[in-house]
């Protein structure tokens, strides 16, 4: 890119978000700057380690330092006159009552509006409710000491971890939400090298687009889920209700796989998000609260599952396959696995998991407790086993020996938490089999 296409961009939040956007900016051709208050991250950025596991985030990540369009700092201060578009990334927690903490948001644009001295752009990437633009420019002219022209954008992410690089290279589209010509101009000349619909809308459009396709994706979780539990009790697979359904072009056949529910950063804290949002505007999104409780629920249905093959669960030996939220990710935000084998601990188990690069983040959840064993193979974990429970569909799980899985557990019983076996094989092998709706 020449410089005359590139632009100045920092990212504040250098998380899973700020840095994917951040190395893929800094990729297209962009002279990225990425910012976080966290010194210990910024220190192993700025030597080249990546601090997530990400798919080809980390040789991205090496390979853009190395061509110079990537550094790192740990000031906002020190970054926004070095910038022409600053990117707020950081996080956005629920609070106990399920509203979206912006505390950093606001912090973050208090500072840039301290140290700004000329135009620039400043935009909303972390998923906020609607309306958080408004707040944001207020907050910016309070503290604009310097009376320097600014513009905010919302541009929301629309990023699956595992699939984080492409997802931001391939977008299905991109959402501006402006207000001036001037802001439009400078996030096309940004977003230029990457192929895709351009929707620009008003900044609330643009931050309900957000909240909208999401809660629309965890309907859709949570409506085959509770399909799949009536699916269930009539005899019926739930797998080729969904093949089914999906094949019929107005529906479509992604995020219809039932199992132990959604986790993750984002579809929980977002759904609960929104019906705070619409609550305080007056409208009961009673929709949502159903699609979260269901979720809750699904959860649940793990430990039941068990009890119905081994009775007792105080004194089994369980096996756990899988701990992140889902597959080629280490995140365990809101990860069901997090609330079943509390559960079967507390009910007196003895757990062994294993999961292919969650499980130092699995630690530092559950340190030093009893009766919870961490394996090195999904093999060592099955080992004099009562059940396997599989809860995320890592591949490595689909070239399991189940010849040898039999051999070496106590009872050989599966519970698929995302029905990625195939039921009849695992039975013809001699396998007691739950998967969940079928
Ligand atoms: C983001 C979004 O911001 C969130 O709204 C969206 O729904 C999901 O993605 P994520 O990137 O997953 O969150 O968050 P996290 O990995 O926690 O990263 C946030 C980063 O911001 C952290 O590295 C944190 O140290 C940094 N941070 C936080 C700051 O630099 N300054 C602050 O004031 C607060
Ligand atoms: C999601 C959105 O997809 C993305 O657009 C947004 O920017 C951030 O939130 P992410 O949380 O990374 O991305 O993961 P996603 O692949 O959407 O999966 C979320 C959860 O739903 C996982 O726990 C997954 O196992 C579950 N899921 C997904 C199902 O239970 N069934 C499905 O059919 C699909």
Redesign the pocket.
Known sequence: MSKKDSVRISIVGSGY?GLVSGVCFAEIGHRVICVDNNREKIKKLKKGICPIYEPDLDRLLKKNIKEKRLSFSGSVRDVVEKSDAIFIAVNTPPRADGSCDLQYVEAVAREIALSMRSYKVIVEKS?VPAETGKKIKQTMKLYNKNNAPFDVVSN?????????IG?FMKPDRIVFGVESEKAEKIMRKIYKPIKAPVIVTNIETSELI?HA??SF??T??SF??AVSNVAERVGADIKDISKAMGLDKRIGS??????????????PK?VLAFIHMAQNLGYDMNILKEVYRINREQRKIVVEKLKEIIWNIEGKKIAVWGLA??PD?D?LR???SIDIIRELLDSKASVCVYDPVAMDNFRKIFPNRKNLKFARSPYDAAKGADAAVLL??WSEFGRIDFKKVKKIMNVAAIIDG?NFYDKNKLIKAGFIYRGIGR
């Open positions: 978000v998923t929301p992410e629309f990023l699956r971890e595992g699939h984080a997802d957000k396709s999401n994706l965890a859709k979780i085959i889920n992604h995020f219809l796989d039932a199992g132990v529910g959604f986790g993750g950063s984002c579809f977002d939220f889902k990710t995140d809101n990860a069901p995320t569909e995302r």
